[in-house]
């Protein structure tokens, strides 16, 4: 239903639209986190309390926080973490072991490994170690490869979070024009996957886009990702469009912002997506979804 005191505008093929609607990702990651509750309710039903292991190497600030925040969200749920807080120096062979060790605890449904990782370790390594079943973050090449062939498995986090706020609008993917602006393997990609598996028609651009302005004016979905502020300007937007917006950027003012003009595209957007307050807030809540699916999968593994 259109928010009351909403303005409409007429398009040929969607009809009369509500424009200028905020989605608030916070109200939307509130309401997975409460689906996230009463699965981990189930479970324990069964005996089962989800666990999900965070590793941490080093002592990057922002990675702190964000490890921190993980570890919050999940005691809110009822999700039972596992943190590793480990040396900078620690040699990859022994970062590995411990990934492979968490990937036999039978009591580990998930495993996350923070990065960036310090140098000289390498992510790729560490995230080929992981159990694909316990991949809660959708890195590893079989999370991937099941993906892109349309296999069961666990998605990246923002690319769910980003799926579950273009349903809240309601709009019909399926044949629908979606534009993806940035292909980055954590976002643009898995996002335009995800969008195809839901039958979209998808457009995937990127810095060599001939025509960037053209594509996204032709796209009733429209998710920027790219980091870089303001790229994605207000007039491009198709009038009524749904606009999802992933970039964070920090201002010179130190202010954030995403990568689309937000005041402008919100004039012409059916619905869109702040910085922050949209997409970011979705992130952990769907990390917290797949946590509760891996320890669902595994209990059902072993009660076949
Ligand atoms: P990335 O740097 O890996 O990829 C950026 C992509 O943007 C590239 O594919 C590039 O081709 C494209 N691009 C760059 N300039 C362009 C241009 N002029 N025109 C069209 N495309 C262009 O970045 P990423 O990891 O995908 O992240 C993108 C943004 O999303 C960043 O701001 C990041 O901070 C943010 N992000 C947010 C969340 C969240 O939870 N909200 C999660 C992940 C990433």
């Not at 807080?85 to 580990?108: K, N, W, Y």
């Not at 993906?147 to 980003?162: N, S």
């Not at 970039?247 to 910085?275: H, M, Q, S, W, Y």
Request: charged share 20%; net charge positive; with cysteine.
């Amino acid at each position: 239903m259109p928010l009351r005191g909403s303005v409409y505008i007429r398009d040929t093929r969607l009809g009369k639209l509500a424009v200028g609607q905020t989605i608030d990702g916070k109200v939307v990651a509130a309401a997975v986190r409460a689906e996230v509750r009463e699965r981990v309710m189930r479970l324990a039903a069964r005996g089962v309390v989800p666990g999900l292991a965070a590793i941490l190497v080093g002592d990057d600030p922002a990675s702190r926080v964000y490890v921190g925040n993980k570890g919050k969200a999940c005691a809110d749920v009822g999700i039972r973490s596992f943190g590793h807080r480990l040396p900078a120096a620690m040699p990859e062979g022994e970062l590995v072991a411990l990934v492979r060790r968490l990937g036999r605890d039978p009591e580990v449904h998930g495993i996350l490994v923070q990065l960036p990782l310090p140098p000289p370790l390498r992510a790729a390594a560490v995230i080929e170690a992981l159990t694909p079943e316990k991949d809660v973050d959708g890195l590893h090449p079989v999370s991937q490869g099941r993906l892109l062939a349309g296999q069961p498995g666990l998605r990246p986090c923002t690319p769910l979070g980003v799926l579950r706020l273009i349903d809240t609008t309601g709009i019909a993917l399926v044949g629908a024009r979606t534009v993806v602006v940035g292909r980055s393997v954590l976002v643009g990609k898995p996002v335009a996957l995800l969008l195809l598996e839901r039958h979209a028609t998808v457009t995937l651009c990127h810095s060599r886009t001939a025509d960037l302005a053209g594509e996204v004016a032709r796209a009733e979905v429209v998710v920027a990702a790219t980091g870089h502020a303001g790229l994605v300007r207000g007039e491009w937007i198709r009038p009524g469009a749904v606009v999802i917006d992933v970039g964070i950027n920090r201002r010179a003012e130190g202010k954030l912002c995403g990568d689309v003009e937000f005041e402008p595209a919100r004039e012409r957007a059916g619905f869109i997506t702040p910085v922050p307050g949209g997409v970011g807030p979705m992130t952990v809540a769907m990390l917290l979804a797949n946590t509760v699916t891996a320890a669902e999968q595994a209990a059902a593994a072993r009660a076949a």
